[in-house]
């Protein structure tokens, strides 16, 4: 009785060890792939900022002249320059990151904004193109979103980011279901209403903190 009793300490204790092993063995793999992680982060975080920096001045020009413009015409040589823009509201700073584009004798072309905001999934990031006196949107280009396959990534494609091409500014936009009637209104991607009202407060937004500064910023080049 007493070898049998021993026999089951013993491999209560060996469990109790496989346990407490197979415990730290997840501890240190967790740590080991946190560090991964952040070091894969750290290295590809700067390169993926300065691809998407390239992928935006590349879609300045069609934001703000159209995708008909040929690549090598003259009118597509636009001069661009970041402008880090911070706008103060009820007490509460935001910076933007504008695209100034102009033409090759220095007249303004117009302004192009990168932005981002909670989607359905994940975070949707866009560059908005405004007129010169951003009075008007010249184009919508979504430059990174993770929203649902088949339904909410449909936000991407040009049939429904035209919609926003020669919107007003002077009011906010809003979305609709089954067809967009008035001039305020963009019709819904089918299924993914969440989606698209996120697309649209994003815009909504960024339009309301930076028409002022850059119409301002406008009539300055122009005195």
Same mark, same amino acid.
């Given at each position: 009785?007493?070898?049998?009793?021993?026999?089951?300490?013993?491999?209560?204790?060996?469990?109790?060890?496989?346990?407490?092993?197979?415990? &730290? *063995?997840?501890?240190?793999?967790?740590?080991?792939?946190?560090?991964? *992680?952040?070091?894969?982060?750290?290295?590809?975080?700067?390169?993926?900022?300065?691809?998407?920096?390239?992928?935006?001045? =590349? @879609?300045?020009?069609?934001? *703000? *002249?159209?995708?008909?413009?040929?690549?090598?015409?003259?009118?597509?040589?636009?001069?661009?320059?970041?402008?880090?823009?911070?706008?103060?509201?009820?007490? +509460?700073?935001?910076?933007?990151?504008?695209? =100034?584009?102009?033409?090759?004798?220095?007249?303004?072309? #117009? &302004?192009?904004?990168?932005?981002?905001?909670?989607?359905?999934?994940?975070?949707?990031?866009?560059?908005?193109?405004?007129?010169?006196?951003?009075? =008007?949107?010249?184009?919508?280009?979504?430059?990174?979103? @993770?929203?649902?396959?088949?339904?909410?990534?449909?936000?991407? =494609?040009?049939? &429904?980011?035209?919609?926003?091409?020669?919107?007003?500014?002077?009011? /906010?936009?809003?979305?609709?279901? #089954? #067809?967009? @009637?008035?001039?305020?209104? +963009?019709? /819904?991607?089918?299924?993914?209403?969440?989606?698209?009202? /996120?697309?649209?407060? +994003?815009?909504?937004?960024?339009?309301?903190?930076?028409?002022?500064?850059?119409?301002?910023?406008?009539?300055?080049?122009?005195?």
């Amino acid at each position: 009785m007493v070898e049998q009793g021993d026999n089951t300490t013993r491999k209560k204790n060996g469990f109790r060890n496989n346990y407490i092993v197979q415990a &730290w *063995l997840g501890i240190v793999l967790a740590l080991v792939f946190g560090i991964a *992680l952040s070091t894969v982060q750290a290295v590809l975080g700067p390169v993926i900022a300065t691809n998407k920096i390239n992928e935006t001045k =590349e @879609k300045v020009p069609e934001l *703000l *002249l159209g995708r008909d413009a040929g690549q090598d015409t003259e009118d597509r040589q636009l001069q661009i320059t970041i402008l880090p823009m911070t706008v103060a509201k009820s007490g +509460i700073q935001k910076s933007y990151n504008v695209f =100034e584009a102009k033409y090759a004798d220095g007249t303004l072309a #117009g &302004w192009v904004t990168k932005v981002d905001g909670q989607g359905y999934a994940d975070r949707i990031e866009l560059l908005l193109g405004l007129n010169p006196s951003a009075e =008007e949107i010249t184009g919508l280009y979504i430059l990174d979103q @993770k929203e649902t396959p088949g339904l909410g990534n449909k936000i991407v =494609e040009e049939r &429904w980011r035209d919609q926003f091409t020669l919107k007003k500014t002077q009011g /906010s936009l809003r979305v609709v279901k #089954g #067809g967009a @009637k008035e001039k305020d209104e +963009i019709d /819904s991607v089918s299924g993914a209403t969440i989606s698209s009202n /996120s697309v649209v407060d +994003i815009i909504n937004k960024t339009v309301a903190d930076l028409k002022q500064p850059l119409a301002v910023a406008a009539r300055k080049q122009k005195d």
